[in-house]
Nanobody
Framework: QVQLVESGGGLVQAGGSLRLSCAAS????????MGWYRQAPGKQRELVAA???????NYADSVKGRFTISRDNAKNTVYLQMDSLKPEDTARYYC?????????????WGQGTQVTVSS
C-alpha cells in the first residue's frame, strides 16, 4: 500500500509564493519519476513539472522561470516552489509518482491540494 500526501496549498495574492510538498509512504522500494499536475475547474489535468530520480526536470511552458521542482530521495518527498504566482495558476494541484514496490511498478496520485491566487 502506497500513499502520497500533499500539503502547502492555500490562498495567496498575485505575485506571491507557495511551496507544495508531497510525501510518499508505504511499501516502497524505489521512486522513479515524480511530478506535479494541476486541474482548474472545467479544464483537463495538465502537467506542471516533473523530476526523475537523478534530478532531471521538465516544466510546462506556462510555469518556466517561476516554479521549481525538487525532491529529497531520502525522505521520499517532492516539492514545488511556486513564485510570482498568477491568478491563472489557480487550480487543484496533484502529486504523482512512479513507485516500484515489492511486486510491481505502480503510478500513484495524491488527493490534491488547492491553490488559489487572487488578483
Amino acid at each position: 500500500q502506497v500513499q502520497l500526501v500533499e500539503s502547502g496549498g492555500g490562498l495567496v495574492q498575485a505575485g506571491g509564493s507557495l511551496r507544495l510538498s508531497c510525501a510518499a509512504s508505504g511499501s516502497i522500494f524505489i521512486i522513479n519519476a515524480m511530478g506535479w499536475y494541476r486541474q482548474a475547474p472545467g479544464k483537463q489535468r495538465e502537467l506542471v513539472a516533473a523530476i526523475n530520480r537523478g534530478g532531471r526536470t521538465n516544466y510546462a511552458d506556462s510555469v518556466k522561470g517561476r516554479f521549481t521542482i525538487s525532491r529529497d530521495n531520502a525522505k521520499n518527498t517532492v516539492y514545488l516552489q511556486m513564485d510570482s504566482l498568477k491568478p491563472e495558476d489557480t487550480a487543484r494541484y496533484y502529486c504523482n509518482a512512479a513507485i516500484q514496490g515489492p511486486r510491481d511498478l505502480g503510478l500513484y496520485w495524491g488527493q490534491g491540494t488547492q491553490v488559489t491566487v487572487s488578483s
